[in-house]
């Protein structure tokens, strides 16, 4: 388990948002985002646009930096291509 999860935590301590607030957003059950977030299973990659998704209607600046962690360096070695 991983990244997602990494990077999800480290965005709602930055941002003060709730696990339960984004479980809310996205409509699914706070246990579905503590799992998450504690890494103990891992989004799908159609969840983890639904997360940005949550996070840019909860604070924008958010999604992005979710975003970023989660597949920065990918996004980085596409950049140099």
Do not use: C
Not at 29 to 36: D, G, L, M, N
Not at 45 to 60: F, R, W, Y
């Amino acid at each position: 388990m991983g990244k997602a999860g990494i990077a999800l935590r480290q965005v709602l301590e930055t941002y003060n948002i709730s696990q339960n607030k984004l479980a809310i957003t996205m409509g699914v059950k706070a246990s579905v985002v503590f799992r998450w977030y504690h890494e103990q299973t891992d989004p799908s990659g159609e969840t983890i646009l639904n997360i940005a998704k949550a996070l840019q209607s909860i604070e924008p600046a958010a999604a992005g930096e979710f975003i970023r962690l989660y597949a920065g360096d990918f996004l980085l070695d596409q950049k140099k291509s």
